[in-house]
T-cell receptor, first 114, second 112 residues
């Protein structure tokens, strides 16, 4: 059974710092991995999706990498801003027996203070 | 920009009652999903729906739950005989293929 862990659980940084959020998974037979942000009481906003054959994806100040062999993905946020404050979730879709059910991590709660 | 919408935003019900949560997916999307998130817990997959039938479901999605696409735009989740532990945020999502999923804002369900 796929398990997804995100470290750290919470992070508080001053504006302008570069950040790395970590996501690890136990079953490397993945189909894809998706990073989301979730604002308090709101839905999930897709940030980046990495296919199992890809090593990284970039969008603006965000860069996500994937290392299947070690079961890890990182989300890099450059020059953080207060508007980046949210919970960041990673979700792994495991390609197992024709099933693509996504498994979510608990998230990293990020606060960027001015 | 097209988005997934959900109604109602909040629902309070008595234990044992039936509730129907409604979603309007993005119009050209073919795959539809329901998730739930109990307060303080992980987002959990419930069910996926494609071509007018359930394609996958989790262990959570037991006989108490059902999904339906009653017309060309709505996608509903019905919970029969609600229990206290059904209290959660329920998210609908849709995708064009089995790739990037777009989530709605959620329905917060409280069972008393």
């Amino acid at each position: 059974k796929q398990e997804v862990t995100q470290i750290p659980a919470a992070l508080s940084v001053p504006e302008g710092e570069n950040l790395v959020l970590n996501c690890s998974f136990t079953d490397s037979a993945i189909y894809n991995l998706q990073w989301f942000r979730q604002d308090p009481g709101k839905g999930l906003t897709s940030l980046l999706l990495i296919q199992s054959s890809q090593r990284e994806q970039t969008s603006g100040r965000l860069n996500a990498s994937l290392d299947k062999s070690s079961g890890r993905s990182t989300l890099y946020i450059a020059a953080s801003q207060p508007g980046d404050s949210a919970t960041y979730l990673c979700a792994v879709r495991t390609a197992s027996g024709g099933s693509y059910i996504p498994t979510f991590g608990r998230g990293t709660s990020l606060i960027v203070h001015p | 920009e097209p988005e997934v919408t959900q109604t109602p935003s909040h629902q309070v019900t008595q234990m044992g009652q039936e509730v129907i949560l409604r979603c309007v997916p993005i119009s050209n999307h073919l795959y539809f999903y329901w998730y739930r998130q109990i307060l303080g817990q992980k987002v959990e997959f419930l069910v996926s729906f494609y071509n007018n039938e359930i394609s996958e479901k989790s262990e959570i999605f037991d006989d108490q739950f059902s999904v339906e696409r009653p017309d060309g735009s709505n996608f509903t989740l019905k919970i029969r005989s609600t229990k206290l532990e059904d209290s959660a945020m329920y998210f609908c999502a849709s995708s064009e293929s089995q790739e990037t999923q777009y989530f709605g804002p959620g329905t917060r369900l409280l069972v008393l």
